[in-house]
């Protein structure tokens, strides 16, 4: 089945494959400086697909289930079966966004073979450096999926960028850093307004609005310039912002009806109820 087509700009849709259930201490950076009670917090894992009147992107590929069983994370919809239920072939992607080098966001680049893969450079060099082997950057990564890349680049697939780049029309990549030394957002136009799909430079709401870094980070004070850089983006632009693994993305948008209760949510492509609530 070929994947639904959709006038009046791009589609985004939000798709959670996977869960866990932790402290605020273990995803917000020192947590004991705020002078706060710690308590739970709840990580989401996402990946997204933008689809447009002539073509369908794929940004990042979530985790697989072994790098995520290794690390507690749960998996909750197998991103291969997301993307059937989408009605989307993996092997006719042509592009797929890789907005950094994490381990649930290149988990499943073996199913696009005939993608063009985009990515900062300074991204993919950081990550295929010996620097990357030290356990505070290795723990979030997976050196058989780092070869993926690398064979992308064997097989001329491998589109690196510095700054900003247009994948294709419409859509902008813009690196921000911070969070890795080449983490990218993603702007996308769609019939409901403009999105900005943050990934992780952005990974909750509550990230955003109160300064609280995520406890992963390569570049502390860029991560700092990203959140300002977004806040005023959204402020001047009238962007909907979606971080990268807040649940409070399933709640805020209308559920996906092409994926099952609670896997997804999409902004675009129909009337006005795809809004973000206030």
């Known amino acids: 089945m070929a994947p639904p087509k959709y006038d009046g700009g791009y589609r985004v849709v939000a798709v959670r494959v996977g869960t866990l259930a932790t402290e605020r201490s273990h995803v917000f950076l020192n947590y004991r400086l705020y002078g706060e009670d710690d308590g739970p917090a ?30 507690g994370r ?5 991103p291969a079966e997301a993307l059937a239920q989408l009605g989307i072939d993996p092997e006719a992607i042509e592009d797929v966004i890789v907005t950094h080098g994490h381990y649930d966001h290149i988990g ?3 199913l696009f073979p005939n993608a ?9 060099r950081f990550w295929t450096s010996p620097t990357s082997g030290h356990i505070q950057f290795s723990f979030y990564s997976e050196e058989g999926e780092i070869d993926q890349l690398r064979l992308a680049e064997t097989e001329g697939r491998l589109k690196l960028f510095s700054g ?5 029309p419409g859509i902008r990549l813009v690196e921000v850093g911070g969070h890795t030394p080449g983490q990218a957002i993603v702007y996308v136009p769609t019939s409901e ?3 900005l799909t943050a990934s992780d430079a952005v990974h909750f709401y509550e ?3 109160r300064d609280m870094p995520f406890t992963a980070v390569s570049d502390l004070p860029t991560m700092y310039d990203a959140f300002a850089f977004i806040r005023r983006e959204k ?14 993305v399933l709640t805020r948008f209308r559920a996906c009806p092409d994926l099952p209760a609670g896997a997804g949510v999409v902004i675009g492509g129909t009337p006005s109820t795809n809004k973000e609530t206030p």
């Open 116 to 124: 063009r893969i985009h990515m900062a450079e300074a991204e993919y």
């Open 235 to 248: 402020q001047e632009r009238g962007l909907t912002v979606i971080p990268g693994h807040d649940p409070d």
């Open 207 to 209: 990230e955003l609005e």
């Open 74 to 78: 749960t998996l909750l919809l197998d």
């Open 42 to 71: 709840t990580v989401d894992y996402y990946f997204w697909v933008v689809q447009g009147p002539d073509t369908t992107i794929v940004v990042d590929t979530g985790f697989s289930e072994d790098a995520g069983r290794k690390r």
């Open 193 to 195: 307004g403009e999105v």
């Open 108 to 110: 499943n680049l073996g």
């Open 164 to 168: 900003e780049t247009s994948p294709v």
